[in-house]
């Protein structure tokens, strides 16, 4: 069996817009990941299905997994021949213990590779407002470890750090807090002197406490920051107030589980990324295209029979013409026969397959859909309708009051999802607005599945039509619907309630 390899891959502080491009192929071809608790969700959310996780994160002194096992794990994983990806929250070399995790794969000759990642200690401030180095205020920034292994308090010359006249970051020093503070007043550092604590920086539910030295462990405590959190000491925290950016953001400070198929999430997530959001990716289904489909073989092969091909989906438009084309034939098939769709996302499919659509209602759904081929639909032509294989019935029924003939071919199932990686408490964080998009029913019947709580009544639901949104009020989610059946306007809605809220 060929040796596999080792990825010591760095996933930043938490917000996915900081993954490195290489990190984010690597997470997507591995064969094995073993991730850390400070992983951001959002991240995991990017990993594919049938990849082996396996978790051995620390929390609070909690391990998971020891460090020996996890060595041990990694060299096993590779010598399995796996594609064994590592990741660590930050970066991997920044008090991440990745050198240690490399040595027992140097010695037993499994290549490796490193992937820097970027690291909380400067990413969290600059979230915050904080410029670790400023030529009016610092000419250098240090980095220090708040905790130290075997013991209670960090081993730390406080001595020499305030000689340095420098910014300080403290990882991992929540704990400690007291200690640092009172080793650095001791040492003659100015009881004012501008400080901070920095609670989950890069996610919506950041929080930051500036305060002076003398007074930052009372009120750190107070505010019951908690972990994962650094502290920064230095006149640069000052700057806090005057260079604070992300709650300006229309999307600042909020929390949106994107519940779309996985091919479908992308468009929508990079919006509210882009408008500031944390946006974490829970497909609910998925769309399988069905195999042996003695159907919709003989519908191609007999294409010229029908004057109009509808579709109700990107997925259907997707099944289709990969159907079309494993036949031995293209689009050139399609000569003479119209196209419509539903509505503008399954009308882009068709245009990037070069074809535009002949009819499209103004309202995207099935009864629109319906009366609009009603009055465009000539005498004798017949309708094929590749679609799910559970459809809505308000087409066909509005088809058969018309007298319109048609063809209902099921092409694909929609199937729920799984996903064990994204905690469902953070669902009910009161801390943070959190919203759930809604495309369509069976994407609020796959959430319900996925997360298996007992009290929907806190979850606030941003639902595209009156079905979707039907179906969770029928869970009890309180929820509201877009002006239109589009992603743009489930956007301008869920910036709409946010805007409400805050």
Request: glycine share 10%.
């Amino acid at each position: 069996m060929p040796t596999g390899k080792v990825w010591l891959v760095g996933a930043g502080p938490s917000d996915a817009g900081l993954l490195t491009l290489k990190a984010k192929g690597l997470i997507q071809n591995a064969d094995v990941i073993l991730y850390d608790s400070l992983v951001g969700d959002a991240i995991l959310g990017m990993i594919p299905p049938g990849v082996k996780l396996i978790n051995v994160g620390k929390r609070a002194g909690h391990a998971v997994m020891q460090q020996d096992q996890i060595n041990r794990t990694l060299l096993n994983e590779a010598q399995n021949g796996k594609k064994v990806v590592r990741l660590k929250g930050g970066d991997p070399f920044v008090f991440g213990r990745g050198g240690e995790e490399l040595e027992l794969l140097a010695e037993h000759r499994i290549p490796f590779e490193v992937v820097p990642g970027v690291t909380s200690a400067f990413a969290v401030p600059a979230y915050a407002g904080i410029p670790v180095t400023h030529r009016d205020f610092c000419s250098s920034v240090h980095v220090i470890t708040g905790h130290k292994k075997d013991a209670d308090k960090p081993d730390v010359d406080f001595d020499a750090l305030v000689k340095l006249d420098g910014t300080l970051i403290f990882l991992m020093g929540l704990g400690a807090l007291g200690h640092i503070c009172a080793g650095l007043l001791n040492a003659g550092m100015r009881p004012d002197m501008p400080a901070a604590v920095l609670e989950k920086g890069t996610t919506a539910a950041q929080r930051r406490v500036v305060s002076t030295l003398e007074r930052l462990a009372d009120e750190t405590k107070r505010q019951q920051i908690k972990t994962p959190a650094i502290i920064i000491i230095g006149r640069v925290c000052s700057l806090s107030d005057t260079f604070s950016w992300t709650g300006k953001r229309p999307l600042g400070g909020a929390r949106v589980v994107v519940t779309r198929p996985r091919k479908l999430a992308s468009r929508l997530s990079a919006r509210l990324r882009e408008l500031g959001a944390e946006v974490l990716e829970l497909p609910a289904i998925e769309t399988v295209a069905i195999g042996e489909n003695a159907g919709l073989t003989d519908a191609i092969r007999k294409l010229k029979t029908y004057g109009w091909v509808v579709f109700t989906s990107q997925a259907g438009v997707d099944v289709f013409f990969n159907k079309l084309f494993e036949s031995g034939t293209d689009i050139r098939t399609l000569d003479g026969i119209k196209i419509a769709a539903i509505g503008s996302a399954t009308e882009m499919a068709l245009n990037k397959r070069g074809l535009l659509s002949d009819c499209v209602p103004r309202t995207y759904d099935s009864v629109h859909l319906g009366t609009a081929l009603a009055e465009v639909v000539k005498p004798g032509e017949r309708l094929l309708i590749p679609r799910a294989r559970i459809g809505s019935k308000e087409l066909t029924e509005l088809l058969d009051r018309h007298g319109i003939p048609y063809d209902d071919i099921p092409v694909y199932d929609t199937v729920l999802e799984t996903n064990d990686l994204i905690k469902p408490e953070l669902l009910f964080e009161d801390t943070v607005e959190t919203y759930v998009a809604f495309t369509s029913a069976s994407t609020v019947r796959g959430f319900i599945g996925i997360t298996g709580a007992a009290d929907y009544s806190r979850i606030k639901a941003v639902c595209i039509g009156e079905q979707t949104a039907a179906e969770a009020r029928k869970h009890g989610m309180h929820a509201a619907v877009s002006e239109e059946i589009t992603i743009d306007s489930l956007t301008e809605k869920i910036i709409q309630l946010h805007t409400t809220e805050r």
